[in-house]
């Protein structure tokens, strides 16, 4: 079982900055992907972007030169560094691993960008 557990969220201005983080417990494998999604309100669930335990990436395009994910494999834990944001960058973000077709996810945090 992996227990995933977020933290960073909040409000900022437009043009701001901030971390997200995400701790996981549990037994963490080199095979996990791990990932971040959000869901703005009325919207589906998307990727924002995902990091393999070997350092590969891959964004969404809306948030591509903007945010950064990176991983420390050896405290199990991914980060989001979201820089540039936008009002439509609002919206719940979830950490996500996944194991072959095994997902486990976190609470989320909220992330809101508004003057």
């Known amino acids: 079982q992996v227990q995933l557990v977020e933290s960073g969220g909040g409000l900022v201005q437009p043009g701001g900055s901030l971390r997200l983080s995400c701790a996981a417990s549990?037994?963490?494998?080199?095979?996990?992907?791990m990932a971040w999604y959000r869901q703005a309100p009325g919207k589906e669930r998307e990727l924002v972007a995902a990091?393999?335990?070997?350092?590969?990436?891959n964004y969404a395009d809306s948030v591509k030169g903007r945010f950064t994910i990176s991983r420390d494999n050896a405290k199990n834990t991914v980060y989001l560094q979201m820089n540039s944001l936008k009002p439509e960058d609002t919206a719940v973000y979830y950490c996500?691993?996944?194991?072959?077709?095994?997902?486990?996810w976190g609470q989320g945090t909220q992330v809101t960008v508004s003057s």
């Open positions: 549990g037994s963490i494998f080199s095979i996990d992907v």
């Open positions: 996500n691993l996944k194991r072959g077709a095994l997902r486990y």
């Open positions: 990091i393999t335990s070997g350092g590969s990436t």
